[in-house]
């Protein structure tokens, strides 16, 4: 049985990505939030780096991102670099 580690970027990389991620997949911060199941000020406060991500939230952005494929590989890997 293999235990999946769970994503880990830190602020303020993490709101770098989220960003980037939104942006990418053409969502308001409205809309993004109400595809992961959080509030508009939750999106908010994620991008300018004023608080972290639940692991459920967590969960679900690295869902989206292994759902975008190669793209979103390639988002992942720019952001978990250095």
């Not at 989220?18 to 109400?34: D, K």
Request: net charge positive; proline share 4%; aromatic share 4%.
């Amino acid at each position: 049985m293999t235990i999946k580690k769970p994503l880990v970027i830190e602020q303020p990389k993490l709101g770098q990505l989220i960003h980037e991620l939104r942006t990418v997949v053409g969502l308001t911060q409205e809309q993004f939030a109400t595809h992961l199941g959080v509030t508009y000020s939750t999106v908010n406060r994620w991008e300018n780096k004023r608080s972290k991500l639940s692991p459920m939230a967590m969960q679900r952005i690295e869902k989206l991102l292994q759902e975008m494929g190669e793209q979103g590989q390639k988002l992942l890997a720019k952001y978990q670099s250095n």
